[in-house]
């Protein structure tokens, strides 16, 4: 089988394309031909190594896991003899967080009860692949917000894998929600659910006089610090990153009634069950930014790593 391959951790040019043996499954395992997956912000960190705090769990000195990849969706090609809720045929899309799992590869092997699901019927393998790493993040930063309909948000960094998602999650309980992102993506966030656009390349939305009961930085740049005072009393923020958050987080549980939160969800199956079930409703739809095919997944790991990427980056793995 064909996988894009590295021995060390370094920028996109440490890839290649190898031919490596097709793993064969235990009895608790399906083997699966993966079709599509995404190159996302999370594989660009596992490919770099950074921040250097991640190789205590994806090698000190070089990578454990050769084959970059968290995220796929593909179809069941043969299943271990204990294997009970999958058949050889099912159409699956799953995710293994995000320290790496190896799927930009035409085969893996994938145990049932870990992150795993049936595809939404009747979704490409494309489309299916991108509503999955940054629409679990998404999911696990919403849910730790607790929302009700009665609130407001903000979400900076809205046209991301995980802003585009996190829109669409939060409109599902009725909250208007203003979205920060570039004016000509206004169209893509209000298809999306916003209510409200700014602009933050001509606009200082930290200087605005709107405050919000719920601030999703799903971009991460934006530190609590930066947002406390759009927040109202009593209301709760969350980011994808940022290391002062962390202080933040566990100093605002005893201190002001302005909280900092953290999505904390492991419970990927789950989470990926209920994505399903919101894109089979109608509720959720993945945004996507282009395709490339495996031959060029270090072009699609440049891309990713600018930043700039609208929604998802999707791999396309053929034969
Ligand atoms: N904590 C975790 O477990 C975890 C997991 C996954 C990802 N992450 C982190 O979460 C972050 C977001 O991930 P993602 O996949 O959603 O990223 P992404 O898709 O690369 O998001 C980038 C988007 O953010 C926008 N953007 C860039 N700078 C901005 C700014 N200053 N203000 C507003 N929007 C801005 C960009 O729009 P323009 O091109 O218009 O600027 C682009 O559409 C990354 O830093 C990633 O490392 C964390």
Known sequence: ?????????????????????????????????????????????????????????????????????????????????????????????GFAGALGYGTHTQYIVFPENKGIVQMPAGLPYEQAAACIEGAFYALGAVRALNPTSKQSALVIGATGAIGSATIQFLSMYGIPVTAVCEAENTELVQSLGATRVIDYKTQDFTQDDHQYDLIVDAVGLYAFSRCRHLLKPNGSYTSSGGTSNLFWALATRFVGNKKVVFNMSFKIKEGLAYIKEKIEGGSFRPVIDRQYPLARVAEAFEYVATGKKLGNVILTIEN
């Open 1 to 93: 089988m064909k996988a894009a391959f590295r021995s060390r951790y370094g920028r996109h040019d440490v890839l290649s394309i190898k031919e490596l043996d097709t793993p064969i499954p235990t009895e608790n395992e399906v083997l699966i031909r993966v079709y599509a997956a995404t190159v996302n912000r999370s594989d660009c960190h596992v490919l770099w190594g950074k921040p250097w705090v991640m190789r205590l769990f994806t090698g000190i000195s070089k990578p454990k896991i050769a084959i970059t990849g968290c995220d796929f969706a593909g179809q069941v090609e043969a299943i271990g003899e204990q294997v009970k809720t999958f058949k050889v045929g099912d159409k699956v899309m």
